[in-house]
């Protein structure tokens, strides 16, 4: 099992910088990729950005790409978001997940564990 816990979540202006955060704990070893998503009410979980647990490679979504930046520490078992020049349309509950199988997926379904969530809302 792991366990997942974001944090860093908040009210930003648009064009203002956000930290998410993702502490991991349990069987870490198990784990090949951590990813962030986002739901926007009445929209479907969408994917954002991904790294492998060892090895650090990094994909991000096109919406995201020179915004956001995916990142691990894996001595503090956590995973971070930096998020930069934040947009109305980044408003979202913000997710990490843990993939024990596949390497930088981009479908949710594929994700094993799941934290609670974070709202992160910029306003214009």
């Known amino acids: 099992q792991v366990q997942l816990v974001e944090s860093g979540g908040g009210l930003v202006q648009a064009g203002d910088s956000l930290r998410l955060s993702c502490a991991v704990s349990?069987?870490?070893?198990?784990?090949?990729?951590m990813g962030w998503f986002r739901q926007a009410p009445g929209k479907e979980r969408e994917f954002v950005a991904a790294?492998?647990?060892?090895?650090?490679?990094?994909s991000h979504a096109d919406s995201v790409k020179g915004r956001f930046t995916i990142s691990r520490d894996n001595a503090k078992n956590t995973l971070y978001l930096q998020m930069n020049n934040l947009k109305p349309e980044d408003t979202a509950v913000y997710y990490c997940?843990?993939?024990?199988?596949?390497?930088?997926?981009?479908?949710?379904?594929?994700?094993?564990?799941w934290g609670q969530g974070t709202q992160v809302t910029a306003s214009s």
């Open positions: 997940a843990a993939d024990s199988v596949h390497l930088l997926s981009a479908t949710s379904a594929n994700y094993d564990y």
């Open positions: 790294i492998t647990w060892r090895g650090g490679t990094t």
């Open positions: 349990g069987r870490t070893s198990s784990i090949y990729t």
